[in-house]
């Protein structure tokens, strides 16, 4: 622990980037910080600059070291129903080993809530390293994710079936390159993100697609190239796409490859099943990782034997901060009519208050503003975040006691509004 007279002297000054001269010392200190290495190449530090804003990058700086990185991206939610809302997405958080628990994260934070809330985001949203850190910045947990181990010999799949020409469905699956594959997937992945398919998603910008076909890259960057391979449905439009690797293992002449998914989307349910029944009918292959899906993909339940898929992580994933809790409630869909009064707690100012929601059903929309009724239920802005998704369940949370009820059968009423079809899903890491 350090000495606090010595901390007073030398107070770690905490600041956005001035300069993109910067930008390779704050990198160096997130490299030391996620123990990737304690020195960043020049090709790393250009590739990484890219679509950087300063005026989001804050570094902490003892004397002329960064010993603590934070920074945000814009990001764009899809909310149930499709609607898209803005968010602040939290990334490259460290704090050096020298400077941990003595108040840098939470100074960070602090900045970075109060300037999103400016700009005028409705929520921040982050995937934790580590469960316990992010609570107490009332974060909640709002969608979880789940990798599969597939066993193809004990899947009951048919190895006669002749993989995409056996659709049916008058659909096609094409093995392109990665540049087919980048410049024809990231208007399929708008279709699919805005199309209402799966609350929890995020936008991918040009970087993002750059950077997962191996067309931005630096040395020592751990990227594998991939295959890939586009479904196209009966009119000849791609409406999905798979990216893969496989291992090439042979043992005692036989071959057992592992196949992982490295990505998997389709804007038609057909196009989904296509893409997964390629993947599982390839020859050579012994398994295949799934990579991280949605918690009711529909991967186990195409097998003729679900339990060959085995689950090898299910875990948290995207955990969402409310910041605007009238604007964020009044975009999104409710499975049926109803009204709530909600009474939201934030310890730090940012987004408490009591809400009325009235939505209208399904297709009807819904409005969120403050009101002085009665609370029928009061939760901390963590709960809210939890629930915002679908994913929570608002009666498991009044069990648990993070959740109070002041009126009877409310926590069932948010139950009800509240959750949707399918679970949320967001299948990127930023
Ligand atoms: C996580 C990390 C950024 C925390 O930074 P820090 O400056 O030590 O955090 P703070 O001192 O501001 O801690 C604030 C509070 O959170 C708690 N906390 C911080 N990190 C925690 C952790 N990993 N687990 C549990 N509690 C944690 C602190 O004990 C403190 O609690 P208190 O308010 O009750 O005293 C730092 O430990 C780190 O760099 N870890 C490795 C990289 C990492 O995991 N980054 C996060 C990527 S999502």
């Avoid at 990484?48 to 005026?55: I, K, Q, S, W």
């Avoid at 993989?163 to 699919?192: N, T, Y």
């Amino acid at each position: 622990m350090a000495n606090p007279v010595e901390r007073m002297a030398n107070p770690v000054e905490i600041r956005t980037l001035t300069s993109s001269d910067e930008f390779p010392e704050w990198l160096r200190a997130v490299s030391t910080g996620f123990f990737r290495g304690p020195t960043v190449g020049e090709k790393e530090v250009a590739a990484r600059a890219l679509g950087t804003e300063l005026d989001r990058i804050q570094g902490a700086y003892d004397g002329g070291r960064c010993v603590g990185t934070f920074r945000t991206l814009r990001q764009s939610l899809t909310v149930p129903g499709g609607a898209v809302l803005p968010a602040c997405a939290v990334s490259g958080v460290t704090v050096s080993p020298t400077h941990r628990r003595r108040g840098l994260l939470s100074r960070m934070m602090a900045n970075a809530l109060g300037a999103a809330k400016e700009r005028g985001e409705v929520c921040a949203s982050l995937i934790a390293a580590e469960y316990p850190i992010y609570g107490r910045y009332g974060f909640g947990p709002a969608t979880w994710t789940t990798e599969w181990e597939v066993l193809i010999a004990r899947t009951g799949l048919d190895r006669r079936y002749a993989g995409p020409a056996d659709l049916g469905d008058g659909g096609r699956v094409d093995l392109v390159d990665a540049a087919e594959f980048r410049a024809q997937m990231p208007a399929v992945h708008e279709r699919f993100r805005t199309g209402a398919q799966r609350q929890g998603a995020i936008d991918r910008d040009g970087k993002w697609w750059r950077t997962a076909t191996g067309d931005l890259r630096f040395p020592d960057d751990g990227f594998t190239p991939a295959f890939h391979a586009v479904y196209r449905d009966a009119d000849g439009q791609p409406q999905g796409g798979v990216t893969y690797t496989s291992d090439d293992v042979w043992q005692a002449k036989q071959p057992e490859q592992t196949v992982t998914v490295r990505d998997l989307f389709a804007t038609t349910a057909a196009g989904e099943a296509a893409l997964w029944r390629f993947v599982l009918a390839m020859d050579w292959v012994l398994r295949v990782r799934t990579g991280c899906r949605a918690p009711d993909d529909v991967l186990p339940l195409l097998l003729p034997d679900p339990r060959a898929a085995r689950t090898v992580t299910h875990a948290d994933w995207l955990w969402i901060r409310p910041l605007d809790v009238p604007r964020m409630l009044a975009a999104r869909s409710y499975a049926v009519e109803g009204s709530l009064v909600l009474e939201v707690r934030d310890k730090d100012g940012y987004a408490g208050g009591r809400f009325k929601l009235e939505a209208a059903g399904p297709e009807g929309g819904a409005q969120c503003a403050a009101t002085r009724e009665d609370p029928e239920l009061s939760l901390d802005v963590a709960e809210l975040g939890a629930l915002f998704l679908g994913d929570e369940s608002a009666v498991r949370l009044a069990a648990l006691g993070r959740l109070a009820e002041h009126r009877e059968g409310a926590a069932e009423r948010a139950e009800v509004l509240f959750r949707t079809a399918r679970r949320p899903w967001c299948q990127d890491v930023f």
